[in-house]
């Protein structure tokens, strides 16, 4: 009797699924692919007429903007050092976790520069951002033209497991951008575990990723709470430069000295079968990539002698 | 194709007769009944037609009169620009529930139902997947009128299958149609002089060809696939991208805040643009169509291609506008054409190559043949001797009961001398043209 009351939870809770269709058990989570379900033959090809992806990425947009303001950033006003580039693997997907700062973020933009410059084979990189990008006017179009992809479980799986691409997530989300600047080099809470989760799921390793300087690029000092409530953004800092130099004062950037650690690959592959039901393990994996992280941080910060020439 | 006897809704649609047309192809096809509301837009050479209400009532009498054993339903309104909500509801929510009606109880003849849905029913939102899989629900509760309608039909169409085991249903969720002949809220805008876009935002767009829309429900028709499919073309566009494949100068016209009043603004210079096609100018929504290319159907076209063929025939269309009259139905003349009535228990097949004469008929042939090779003038000066009196004139009228397809499928089985004198009797009496055509390429193939 137990067992035929809870039927009609569990139906419930794939509402909107096709297995009533095919009356075939669905025993993954909705939303994303079955287990068995490879579909990776099936994606579309890509067609050289077009500038822009299917993710709505543009060559144009992004080409442009590489070759002057991150080109710039990456070799003049940054003076981006990389260590660690084998760790990047040369195909297949990968999911790269790195800790996250500054206002307007620019670690993203130089981790994604510094693959492109020092990686044998110039793979893309494709960053995950917030949903509320795609909401807000000006960033809905900008960050989707330069790579940007809503951090979405969904997003994420096709990326790394369908098209074998490289990932870029910050798992400390805007806890990360958000702190201030007497909590540097501190990282927050790694989500809860979801990248791993994703990671898992698609058989790909975790690259786990330490930047320095980004942190004293953008210092934020307080939080405006009632320009925040105004203008709908996801926050307002005070900075250096910003509000009181306009909009501009946003990429207003401290020359600090970047310095961008690719670490060893965490392996999710050979943890046994559907690794990510076992939350225990998600969390465990997840604790070790920021663990070994934030150790990095503190080694690079203390071997620093200056903030501004390294 | 396990499906001969087919109904088909929403026959008056542009899709719904190309649908039609490419079904009256089929040999394995017996029948196929379309019902709208409207009158047929397209030629159709054996469909039936058969008007109904908008709510479709009574759908179970056709259904169960001609022993109808495929569904195939694709009436949803899909598009609030192209009707009044109250009849998009009522079309939408009422509509399927009777035709669900139409379909269900322990003697029905339907063994599988095919549902033409929308990607509406994914609506669009900010925190959508870039790519919604087959198995992914809403995030939110619907919106707009129209996306209720549609997940309210959905849900209907589910419940249909959970408790129809032996019916095949068969869902497939279109992307936006692009095409010379299609008319919605989306082609409409981009046929304007300047496109005005929401500013800030370039939403991602993904369409499907028409060909392709037909092309997919008939692929599902023909082949057994139960479950839901996502139905668009490989390729997701920016919109701005869409733009200049058109050619179109576009201005962000629709404030960022407060988009609906701008829309009314639009609407009161006659543009009228619907709540969910604002939704999806805003955020925009891609699909993945996977599932469905790994059941084997390829696409004609990529959403890019889809936009340039669009784009021509857009150009070519400019230069003749008055060329041909668009076909008018006239039922009259439909009637006539079609007096064999195809409600009926049983009963030869009505058409095409599967139709193999049968022993009594090859033989009344034969007879016909012989007949005419005895006296040739004779039946040609007295038409009276072809007339069926009685039991004296049984071959010969046989012979004129048969009709066109069915002279042609007896034709290989003839020799050449027999081919030529059934054409000089076909010549001198119905002089049907399918028919002579027919016999000239058998006595071609022929060596005589």
């Not at chain 1, 084998?86 to 999911?95: K, R, S």
């Not at chain 2, 599902?220 to 139960?226: E, G, I, L, M, R």
């Not at chain 2, 990529?302 to 003749?320: C, F, K, M, N």
């Not at chain 2, 007096?339 to 034969?366: F, H, K, M, N, Y």
């Amino acid at each position: 009797m137990a067992s035929d009351r809870r039927t009609p939870l569990r139906e419930r809770e794939t509402d909107h699924g096709p297995d009533v269709f095919e009356r075939r058990r669905q025993d993954d989570r909705p939303g994303l692919p079955a287990r068995r379900e490879d579909l990776r033959d099936f994606l579309p090809g890509l067609e050289p007429e077009r500038q822009v992806s299917d993710w709505g990425r543009s060559e144009r947009v992004e080409g442009a903007l590489d070759r002057t303001l991150v080109e710039f950033l990456y070799r003049y006003w940054f003076r981006v050092t990389v260590e660690g580039i084998e760790n990047v693997p040369a195909d297949g997907g990968a999911l790269l976790v790195s800790n996250h700062s500054g206002a307007l973020p620019p670690d993203a933009a130089m981790i994604a520069k510094s693959i492109k410059e020092e990686h044998p084979r110039e793979r893309p990189l494709h960053l995950t951002v917030e949903h509320f990008f795609k909401g807000y006017p000006g960033f809905s179009m900008l960050v989707q033209k330069i790579g940007g992809v809503a951090a979405h479980p969904a997003n994420v799986h096709r990326l790394l497991y369908d098209e074998r691409q490289l990932v870029l997530v910050f798992p400390e989300g805007r806890k990360g951008t958000e702190k201030l600047y007497k909590d540097r080099y501190r990282l927050r809470r790694f989500g809860r575990g979801g990248f791993v989760e994703a990671a898992m799921r698609a058989h790909a390793p975790i690259v786990p990723i330490a930047v320095v300087g980004a942190e004293e690029a953008q210092p934020a000092f307080a939080q405006l709470s009632l320009l925040q409530r105004l203008s709908g953004l996801l926050y307002v800092p005070l900075t250096p430069t910003f509000p009181h130099l306009g909009l501009l004062g946003m990429v207003g950037y401290l020359p600090a000295k970047f310095t961008v650690r690719f670490l060893e690959p965490v392996r999710t592959d050979g943890m046994g079968d559907e690794p990510w039901q076992d939350k225990g393990l998600v969390q465990n994996v997840a604790q070790d990539v920021r663990a070994v992280i934030q150790e990095n941080l503190h080694e690079m910060v203390a071997k620093r002698r200056s903030v501004w020439m390294g | 194709m396990d499906s001969r006897r087919i109904l088909l809704t929403g026959l008056s649609s542009y899709w719904g007769g190309r649908l039609a047309q490419v079904l009256e192809r089929h040999p394995g096809v017996e029948t196929i009944i379309g019902v709208d509301t409207r009158e047929p837009t397209l030629e159709l050479e054996r469909t039936e037609f058969v008007q109904v209400s908008t709510q479709h009532a009574l759908l179970r009498r056709i259904v169960d009169a001609a022993e109808i054993d495929t569904v195939i339903d694709t009436r949803l309104v899909v598009d609030s620009g192209t009707t009044s909500p109250r009849l998009a509801h009522e079309n939408n929510v009422i509509g399927t529930m009777n035709i669900l009606a139409g379909c269900s109880g322990p003697e029905t003849p339907v063994r599988k139902l095919v549902f033409k849905s929308s990607g509406h029913f994914y609506g669009c939102e900010q925190d959508d997947p870039s790519f919604f899989t087959e198995k992914m629900g809403r995030p939110h509760p619907a919106r707009t009128p129209i996306e209720k309608d549609i997940v309210e039909a959905e849900k209907a169409v589910r419940d249909f299958a959970e408790r129809n085991n032996d019916v095949s249903v068969t869902v497939l969720r279109f992307a936006n149609g692009i095409g010379a002949d299609l008319e919605t809220s989306h082609l409409r805008y981009f046929r304007l002089p300047v496109v005005p876009t929401i500013l800030g935002f370039d939403p991602r767009y993904q369409f499907i060809h028409d060909e392709d829309m037909v092309g997919a429900l008939e692929h599902v028709v023909s082949h057994d696939v139960p479950g839901v499919y996502n139905v668009a073309a490989d390729g997701v566009l920016a919109l701005t991208e869409v733009l200049d494949l058109l050619d179109k100068r576009w201005l962000p016209l629709l404030a960022p805040w407060g988009t609906g009043v701008s829309a009314l603004g639009m609407r009161a210079l006659g543009v009228r643009v619907p709540p969910e096609m604002l939704r999806q100018l805003r955020f925009g929504r891609g699909l993945d169509n996977r599932r469905l290319k790994a059941t084997g159907y390829a696409y004609r076209y990529t959403t890019r291609e889809a936009i340039e063929r669009y784009r021509e025939a857009q150009r070519v269309r400019r230069l003749g506008q008055n060329e041909g009259t668009p076909y008018r139905y006239e039922r009259e003349v439909e009637e006539f054409l079609r007096r064999s009535p195809s409600v009926r228990i049983e009963g030869q097949r009505s058409s095409g190559s599967g139709w193999q004469p049968s022993a009594r008929q090859l033989a009344d042939l034969q007879r016909v043949l012989a007949t005419l090779e005895a006296a040739p003038e004779d039946a040609a000066a007295t038409p009276e001797g072809r007339k069926p009196d009685g039991n004296g004139g049984g071959p010969l009228a046989a012979f004129e009961e048969l009709r066109a397809d069915e002279v042609i499928a007896i034709l290989p089985s003839l020799e050449p001398g027999d081919l030529r004198e059934l054409r000089r009797h076909e010549a001198e009496h119905s002089a049907r043209t399918t028919v002579l055509g027919a016999i000239d390429r058998a006595l071609e193939r022929r060596p005589s």
